[in-house]
């Protein structure tokens, strides 16, 4: 072989399951690069304006991260190094002003400059900070300010450079960032006609390397080792076709369920409701917007109880006069029903707002009797007393325009479902 990682490009582009192909030429991509870059710039004004707050629940910046944690498998925990450790008191970015206004001078100029000198330039100035637990994870935001100057960054991505360059660059560093940033602009470079101007797309080749998909072309390659290399590279390609239909079937699952979820907004938005979308969904892409638009920030503090389960809830219904949880609804589409009735058991039974509630369990007809299986787990003894309902999406679809023009409570729902 003549260019060894030439090949493994080549391969990689190849590979229907690769992060090129399921993230990085995902159609929803560059629609999220613009609802990022405006959630930025509402952290920014909200910093200056003292309206930031002291937490990271419920803030701008959980918004902003929240949507990229939401970019497919490459930005999976991207939301781990903004969560507040109180017993570490990093990153201390929420009870620290001069460095909370230190952050959003870091994203405002990154925002409003057009050159990699002023962007370098900016990181070095909070890197002379010092703010404790603030490190490279910030790149994963200004990543989808500058695409073409700045790489995503995470252990997996560092580990492929590593592996592909025999670098040797730490997590957590800012200087070994701009290193790893100058070593991937070097090899994009190299490989322009292959990757792109785009940072993502050679970031997302480190990231599958080191992530194990791939492994990186050895150092020194014999024949033997070129063999044995070019067939676990075949290996790799014959697995992911295998898969691929797999993933199809995923994808179509995360739509209709995203698809149910919106149906369930629209009409609780035309029943006058207050609609709550689950805090790891509402980023989703859906239309011409995200799931969440137009939706509760948060939930009102006589909901939310600090419970996480009731955050997750797929879409609550919160009267707009008293802040009582209306209706509550998990949809089922393909996942385990188990995981949907314990939310609904802890707002029913940890929020004393949501005891008149009705709570509705959202499934494909045919799963009914899988619900109906579920509900009659000896640890679920209480559900009976609560009347969780069983509604099918061929009922939520046939009703739900007359719902919106001619309804004005949750009456009409309790008619087309089922109590189990």
């Known amino acids: 072989m003549h260019d060894p990682l030439a090949t493994l490009i080549d391969c990689w582009k190849a590979d229907p399951s690769s992060t090129y192909n399921t993230w990085f030429l995902w159609d929803q991509r560059i629609k999220n690069f613009r609802s990022i870059r405006r959630g930025i710039a509402q952290v920014v004004e909200d910093i200056r304006a003292g309206t930031f707050g002291n937490a990271y629940r419920g803030s701008s910046l959980e918004t902003i991260v929240g949507s990229v944690a939401e970019q ?9 190094a ?3 450790k109180p017993k570490l008191r990093i990153p201390d970015i929420y009870e620290n002003t001069s460095n909370q206004l230190a952050f959003a001078d870091l994203l405002h100029t990154c925002d409003h400059c057009d050159c990699a000198e002023d962007v370098v330039a900016a990181i070095q100035r909070i890197d002379a900070i010092g703010i404790k637990g603030l490190g490279p994870a910030v790149a994963n935001l200004l990543y989808f300010i500058h695409p073409t100057l700045l790489s995503p960054f995470n252990t997996a991505i560092v580990n492929g450079f590593n592996a592909v360059t ?5 997590l957590g560093r800012w200087d070994h960032y701009l290193s790893m940033r100058e070593g991937l602009l070097r090899l994009n470079a190299q490989y322009r006609l ?6 993502g797309a050679i970031a997302g080749l480190m990231f599958d390397i080191g992530s194990g998909r791939y492994a990186a072309p050895p150092q020194a390659m014999d024949a033997a080792t070129a063999t044995l290399w070019q067939e676990d590279l075949e290996r790799v390609r014959l697995e992911s076709t295998a898969s691929q239909r797999e993933m199809s079937q995923a994808t179509e699952s995360d739509a209709t369920h995203t698809g ?22 509402r980023g989703r892409s859906y239309g011409s917007g995200l799931l969440g638009d137009g939706c509760l920030a948060q939930l009102p503090a006589s909901v939310d109880r600090g419970l996480e389960s009731i955050r997750l809830i797929d879409v609550v219904w919160i009267d707009t006069q008293t802040s009582q949880v209306a209706a509550a609804f998990e949809v089922e589409h393909t996942t385990s029903i188990y995981s949907g009735i314990v939310r609904m058991l802890d707002l ?3 929020t004393s707002v949501a005891v008149n509630c009705a709570l509705f369990l959202v499934a494909p007809d045919n799963r009914r009797d899988k619900v109906a299986e579920q509900l009659q787990r000896p640890a679920f003894s209480r559900v009976s007393e609560l009347g969780i309902r069983y509604l099918p999406y061929s009922q939520l679809e046939q009703n739900h325009a007359l719902m919106s023009r001619f309804g004005s409570s949750i009456k009409p729902l ?3 479902s089922q109590r189990l």
């Open 82 to 84: 903004f969560l507040w």
């Open 72 to 80: 497919r498998q490459i930005f999976k925990g991207a939301d781990h």
């Open 348 to 350: 029913a039974l940890g």
């Open 260 to 281: 149910i979820q919106a149906s369930l907004r629209d009409l609780g938005k035309s029943l006058g409701f207050d609609v709550w979308i689950a805090s790891n969904d």
């Open 194 to 199: 292959k990757l792109s101007n785009d940072l």
């Open 414 to 416: 309790l008619e087309i």
């Open 166 to 170: 025999g670098g040797r660059v730490k």
